[in-house]
C-alpha cells in the first residue's frame, strides 16, 4: 500500500531510482536532557538542509546533519497494532553514547524523527509529516548503539486521557 505521506518526487525516486538523484535518510534524536538534538544523515558527507516548517525544534531552517552509518528499516504501511524498527548506529562517538547513557537515567522518551531528504532537493524533506518514533530498549557498546523504536502506542494511551486520582478528585478517597 503506498504511503500517502511521500512526496510524489520521492515516489519517483523510489520507483525509478534515478542515479542523479539519492535519496538521504535522515535521524533527529532528542531528550529533554540534550542541548542540541542529535542530527545524523546515512552518507559520507556531511548534509545541511531546511528543516520543515512544523519542526519541533529549528521549523524551516538549515541545519546541518552529520554523516554516520547507520542502518534502520521503515515501518511497514499496514494495521499492525504498533509498528516498530529496529535502529543501529555504528561507530558512534563518546558524545552520542554518553548523551544516550544520561537520557537513559531520566524518565522522559527519547524521541526520534526520520526524514528522506533528495540530494536534488534540499529544501525540505519529502515526507510530510516525518516519522516520529519512541526510542526504547538501547543498548550501546564501544563501536555500536542499537535501539528498538516505536510508533505512538494509540491502544493504550488513557481515553479521555484524565487519570483519576485522589489527590484531583477528592471524593474517591475514602
Do not use: C
Request: negative net charge; without cysteine.
Amino acid at each position: 500500500m503506498p504511503d500517502p505521506a511521500l512526496s510524489q518526487a520521492l515516489r519517483e525516486a523510489f520507483a525509478a531510482a534515478p542515479t542523479n538523484t539519492v535519496i538521504l535518510h535522515t535521524l533527529e534524536i532528542w531528550h529533554p536532557t540534550f542541548s542540541e538534538p542529535i542530527r545524523v544523515v546515512r552518507d559520507h558527507a556531511d548534509l545541511t538542509a531546511r528543516l520543515e516548517a512544523g519542526a519541533p525544534r529549528g521549523g524551516g531552517q538549515k541545519v546541518t546533519f552529520i554523516a554516520l552509518a547507520f542502518d534502520l528499516d521503515l515501518p511497514p504501511v499496514d494495521t499492525a497494532p504498533v509498528p516498530e524498527i529496529t535502529v543501529t548506529m555504528d561507530n558512534v562517538g563518546q558524545e552520542i553514547v554518553d548523551a544516550l547513557e544520561a537520557a537513559a537515567i531520566s524518565q522522559d522518551k527519547i524521541d526520534i524523527i526520520y526524514r528522506p531528504f533528495l540530494s536534488t532537493d534540499l529544501e525540505g524533506p519529502h515526507m510530510d509529516p516525518p516519522i516520529t518514533l519512541t526510542l526504547a530498549e538501547v543498548e550501546a557498546d564501544t563501536l555500536r548503539v542499537t535501539g528498538r523504536a516505536r510508533m505512538l502506542d494509540v491502544g493504550n494511551k488513557a481515553f479521555p486521557s484524565i487519570t483519576y486520582t485522589a489527590k484531583r478528585f477528592p471524593g474517591l478517597a475514602r
